[in-house]
């Protein structure tokens, strides 16, 4: 009970001084939040509406149809009509248009013959997963041209609409509505929850240090692990409660409904919590400097969870050493439980592996800092 008294003290004692700080109170609780939006409406990964310019040298029927065919899907939106190939290559350097239609002038003439005719599509590559993305919908509305082509002359030639031999009914699970936000927002769960709370958290022991009230901690009677456990509850209620936050700006404002256990996310969160405000004790432990601990904060935190986290990066894509290296990172793990639970409604039975690394991971941290910690006689 007194080892519980004393790290409720310490924890009560780093709760008023946050609460006195309204600069820490606007970065912990504000800032998370605008970040939420600045990044949610930024990071999108929908491909609609790309600009098209159009070099038609046949002016056919045939070529105004297979044209409008691109304006009609949907994906395409008309930036220019040009007229020969220097003022394409204008359009596309310019940037007015990522996709350039060229239909050659003997475009209709190929198809009466029975020919296959011939287009090209120039593509702006300096973006390559919009262009790559740009390139399969150029190839899906020649393929659906194609097959209305193929009907009308079985037709014509049989007298009758000929049925498809294969109907595809697409149903899309988990997100129905291919929306970027709700792969986007589980996801910035982990990545904000990485950023703020260890920054903050790795100045509370430094600045006692700059401050020298350091020095009453270790004439006190109190334990190591007790002066840390009090100093990590405030900075873990404050994280939690960001978490909170999110959830809500998640839910009302970008729509991302939980499918899953609303609990389960929530218990897994805070031990998310916990190994991010352990990250930032253990960095802490390491210096002495306000300005040190923010910058290694940030190269241990930010930027792994950018990364290496899975956040915009597949990391199946990766090459296997980094596909095993991201299991070193607590971020990875949770935007696996983030978006297993709120995209698909998985269960424990499937994120037992992710929560255990978790687990083992905040383990890891707070006993790290507990062991640099070391109590001195003034």
């Known amino acids: 009970m007194a080892s519980l008294g004393r790290t409720v003290a310490v924890a009560r004692k780093e709760a008023r001084e946050i609460l006195r700080d309204p600069i820490t109170l606007t970065i912990a609780l504000v800032l998370p939040v605008v970040m939420m939006f600045l990044f949610a409406h930024a990071i999108t990964l929908d491909v609609r509406e790309i600009r098209l310019g159009v070099l038609d040298q046949d002016g056919s029927p045939e070529s105004r149809e297979y044209v409008a065919a691109f304006l009609r899907s949907g994906y395409f939106r008309l930036a220019r009509v040009v007229r020969d190939g220097r003022e394409a290559e204008r359009l596309l350097e310019g940037g007015r248009a990522r996709v350039v239609l060229v239909v050659p002038g003997d475009f209709a003439r190929t198809l009466a013959q029975g020919l296959p005719a011939r287009a090209q599509a120039l593509l702006d590559g300096s973006f390559a997963n919009t262009a790559i993305i740009a390139g399969n919908y150029v190839e899906a509305v020649t393929a659906a041209y194609d097959r209305r082509l193929a009907e009308r002359a079985l037709a014509v030639r049989a007298g009758v609409q000929p ?13 129905p509505d291919l929306r970027s936000a709700p792969y986007v927002v589980p996801g910035l769960f982990a990545v904000i929850l990485m950023g703020f709370p260890p920054l903050l958290t790795a100045l509370a022991v430094v600045r006692e240090r700059e401050r020298r009230s350091i020095l009453q901690i270790y004439t006190s009677p109190i334990r190591g692990w007790e002066f840390l456990g009090g100093k990590l509850l405030p900075y873990a209620a404050l994280a939690f409660l ?51 601990a923010i910058l290694l904060a940030l190269v241990l935190t930010v930027m792994p969870a950018l990364l290496f986290s899975g956040f915009l990066f597949r990391i199946e894509s990766m090459p ?30 499937r994120l037992w592996p992710s929560a255990a690394l978790l687990g083992a991971y905040a383990g890891a941290v707070l006993g790290l800092a507990c062991l640099r910690f070391r109590k001195k006689v003034a």
């Open 320 to 349: 296997v050493a980094f596909q095993w290296y991201t299991h070193l990172y607590p971020a990875r793990h949770f935007v696996e439980i983030a978006r297993g639970i709120a995209l698909r409604g998985v269960g424990l039975e």
């Open 242 to 292: 960001d978490m909170l936050l999110l959830l809500v700006v998640g839910r009302f404002w970008f729509g991302v409904p939980v499918q899953g256990s609303l609990a389960l996310l929530l218990g897994l969160a805070a031990l998310y919590v916990l190994a991010t405000v352990g990250i930032g004790l253990s960095v802490s432990m390491a210096t002495r400097s306000q300005v040190v």
């Open 163 to 175: 049925a498809p031999a294969v109907r595809v009914e697409p149903r899309v699970r988990y997100n």
